[in-house]
């Protein structure tokens, strides 16, 4: 009976070993990442830590795992990151700023010199790159999938459709954290949001009968993702072009 339970306690403790160890990993490598993008802020003297694991997909034939780690919604101008792992183990880190990074996203109707510190790459670049790195933008649609995990399992994204209109069109002030960015008023954030939807509803049925790009509605992030397929072709490996649109307003208020 006690061998029993020492095999027990031991099993128990092993297993616990086994579970933390790819998150520990997870969090040492994003040192590395924080090095070349020093934007990615630290907010505590264990920079790695301020980095929690949010949520995680595992797909299978082939196996990939796809993470995503954020700081926490009481840090200001938060950030996330998004870890690709493939089936050799090797990983690729996509980093997914906040919106004041406005050239990393190539915000349409918006200018990206209103944003902060410039950063040498864009997410368009390194979601491809990942994809690549990892040998998985195949000729079997592996790319595709690993995608679409990103955008609706890690992102919560939503399909958007030409009746949605009265829900991007709505302006809605925020509160802008630090003050990092320029203050905006309703009248320009509207007309921001007005060509946004023109250009995005402009790619919707009825308006084309032929589709070749889908917009993503990332709520959370206040910004939508349209992807261009117009290139794809089957069984051929793809670069997947994006336009993204930044959909929040920048307002500060004084708290008494």
């Known amino acids: ?3 029993l339970h020492k095999a027990f ?11 933390c160890e790819p998150q520990d990993k997870d969090i040492t490598t994003i040192d590395s990442l924080i090095n070349r993008f020093p934007q990615l802020q630290m907010v505590s003297n264990n920079r790695s830590h301020d980095y929690n694991l949010v949520r995680s997909v595992l797909l299978e034939n082939p196996s990939i795992t796809i993470k995503l780690y954020s700081q926490p919604d009481s840090v200001d101008d938060k950030q996330q990151i998004i870890l690709v792992t493939n089936s050799n183990l090797h990983s690729y ?34 979601l491809n790159t990942c994809l690549d790195s990892l040998n998985l933008n195949d000729t079997i649609g592996t790319a595709g999938k690993v995608v679409n995990e990103i955008l609706y399992s890690l992102l919560h994204c939503q399909d958007i459709s030409i009746s949605d209109s009265s829900n991007f069109l709505n302006v809605i002030a925020m509160n802008g954290g630090k003050n990092t960015m320029p203050e905006e008023d309703s009248d320009s954030c509207y007309k921001r949001f007005k060509r946004n939807w023109d250009i995005i509803s402009r790619e919707m049925p009825p308006n084309k009968t032929i589709i070749y790009k889908h917009s993503y509605w990332d709520k959370d992030n206040e910004r939508i993702y349209q992807f261009d397929f117009k290139d794809f072709k089957r069984k051929k490996k793809s670069y997947f072009m994006l336009n993204t649109f930044r959909q929040d307003c920048n307002r500060y208020f004084i708290t008494m």
């Open 1 to 3: 009976m006690i061998q």
């Open 93 to 126: 880190w996509i980093p997914v700023f906040s919106n004041t990074y406005r050239d990393y996203w190539k915000f349409q109707s918006d200018s990206s010199s209103l944003g902060a510190k410039r950063i040498n790459s864009t997410f368009e670049k390194e």
């Open 9 to 19: 306690l031991f099993l128990t403790y092993f297993l616990t070993i086994l579970g």
